[in-house]
């Protein structure tokens, strides 16, 4: 089984930044794929941007209403993938998800994952 458990959360100004970790436990994969998605109140999940991890090498997707200012990284020593995300919005207020899968084909759908994280607010206030 794998286990993801998020970190990070929490109420910050428009402009503000904050750093969402998402650590990976249980049976591990020397490639995968770990993606964020988000979901506002009485709204559907969206994609936020997803990393693709192989020994070889790491390759980002992003949406485009993030690119430019959310970044995916890794830790590896720590089994640990973070959503770091900078000059937030009030539409950014959303609970975030980190969900991973060994292979996916539809990179930006959540029927793709089966793992994910319990979710952490992500509060912006204007």
């Known amino acids: 089984q794998v286990q993801l458990v998020e970190s990070g959360g929490g109420l910050v100004q428009a402009g503000g930044s904050l750093r969402l970790s998402c650590a990976t436990s249980g049976r591990t994969f020397s490639d995968y794929v770990m993606t964020w998605f988000r979901q506002a109140p009485g709204k559907d999940f969206e994609f936020v941007g997803g990393?693709?991890?192989?020994?070889?090498?790491?390759?980002?997707s992003y949406a485009d209403s993030v690119k430019g200012r959310f970044t995916i990284a890794r830790d590896n020593a720590r089994n640990t993938v973070f959503l770091q995300m900078n000059n937030l919005q009030p539409e950014d207020t959303a609970i975030y998800y980190c969900?991973?899968?060994?292979?996916?084909?539809?990179?930006?759908?959540?029927?793709?994952?089966?793992?994910w994280g319990q979710g952490a607010q992500v509060t912006v206030s204007s």
């Open positions: 969900a991973a899968a060994e292979a996916v084909y539809r990179l930006k759908e959540t029927g793709s994952y089966p793992y």
């Open positions: 990393i693709s991890i192989s020994r070889n090498s790491d390759a980002t």
